[in-house]
């Protein structure tokens, strides 16, 4: 198997999409095409560990020389993306988003699911 069918496989367990991959490494999308083309065989070291942090595998996956790891069970491809995303967000972003996560338990926990569950559609 040879990079880009390790990059594709990985892709499909973790969910991801061509674009998802692209802000997950902060890499623009011609170069990932590339990747998934096989048309870069060799790439830099920075490169194969954004590819290979973004889609949870290790870089010995990426060169060849171990098996993927099974994905967490409790992590469906909705969460690897959110996963993903986070990872790609500065680290004030990232502190913005927690607390909003955390806000919204907190909520959810004092008030029910189901007003929880309104006010976040609401605000869709």
Do not use: F, H
Not at 23 to 29: P, Q, V
Not at 48 to 64: H, P
Not at 105 to 116: H, L, T
């Amino acid at each position: 198997m040879e990079l880009r069918d390790r990059i594709a496989v990985a892709m499909k367990a973790a969910g991801m999409s061509q674009a998802d991959l692209c802000r997950a490494t902060n890499m623009g999308s011609s170069k990932i095409s590339q990747l998934l083309k096989g048309k870069v065989e060799d790439p830099r070291l920075s490169t194969a560990i954004k590819v290979a942090d973004a889609l949870g595998v290790s870089l010995d996956y990426l060169a060849g020389r171990a098996s993927p790891p099974p994905p967490p069970a409790y992590a469906d491809a909705r969460q690897r993306r959110m996963n993903a995303a986070y990872e790609s967000m500065a680290d004030d972003d990232k502190d913005l988003a927690s607390a909003s996560v955390v806000a919204m338990w907190e909520a959810k926990r004092a008030r029910g699911s189901e007003q929880v569950q309104s006010d976040v559609s609401e605000a869709v």
